[in-house]
């Protein structure tokens, strides 16, 4: 590979896709059937960037309640049907994600390393006629531990490596998050990190190297010099 910029790898909840207010109304209203409220400024501010078991975990934690392993996987099954039933109909993509993740698929191998669940991702991509441009998806359960581990991202590096070839590099390879806890993720993993502000304001978006509005804000030469630029790595 002769340009800088090798891969790109995507989260998928407001990155790609303007589904984190479905996501918490979806929350809402399973956890409204324990009893158990939770606000949009909570979500937010402490959840966001966990996967369904880890986000019911901090939050049975925060709260002190008991919660089984059994309750959890319930709780889990419950807030997927009420999501299913939001996710039906509706345009859920940010304005010009959809074209930059075509624009990037002709350029570079491109994935996502995601904390929702697969049969969600694949559902949103497929109706968007994105679906065969990823070479693959990192989703919830495909590693022991979700985002702010490494580990999706260095699952998705280790598959796009099988992929394209033992070339590819990590430090050449970009993520583009929308949390704190996916950036923490990925720069752990040795990616590049470019944050969007699509869930929270810039100065929330520690470990950034570059950050943009949205996908529709990027272009594959940006990308191409953050990769060429050594200064901005820790």
């Not at 399973?30 to 975990?57: H, N, P, Q, S, W």
């Not at 993520?175 to 304001?201: F, H, K, M, N, Q």
Request: glycine fraction near 8%.
């Amino acid at each position: 590979m002769n340009s800088a910029l090798q891969a790109i790898v995507f989260d998928f909840d407001g990155v790609i896709a303007d589904s984190e207010p479905l996501h918490l109304k979806a929350y809402q209203q399973a956890l409204a059937e324990e009893g158990i409220a939770l606000t949009r400024e909570e979500y937010f501010e402490r959840y966001l960037g966990y996967d369904d078991v880890g986000m019911l975990e901090a939050l049975a934690r925060d709260r002190r309640i008991a919660m089984t392993g059994r309750h959890i996987t319930a709780l889990v099954a419950r807030k997927g049907e009420k999501l299913q039933a939001l996710l039906n109909g509706g345009e859920l993509l940010f304005p010009g994600a959809a074209d930059f993740v075509r624009v990037a698929a002709a350029a570079v191998p491109i994935a996502i390393a995601s904390g929702a669940l697969r049969h969600e991702i694949v559902q949103i991509v497929e109706s968007a006629g994105l679906r065969g441009l990823f070479a693959t998806i990192v989703a919830s359960g495909d590693t022991p531990e979700s985002k702010p581990s490494p580990a999706p991202y260095l699952l998705a590096f280790e598959q796009m490596r099988a992929a394209v070839g033992p070339d590819l590099e990590r430090g050449r390879c970009v993520a583009i998050e929308d949390s704190v806890w996916g950036l923490e993720s990925a720069r752990a993993a040795g990616l590049r990190c470019v944050g969007v502000t699509t869930s929270y304001p810039a100065e929330q978006l520690v470990g950034a190297e570059l950050i943009v509005d949205g996908l529709g804000a990027l272009t594959i030469p940006t990308l191409e010099r953050l990769c060429t630029n050594t200064s901005s790595m820790r």
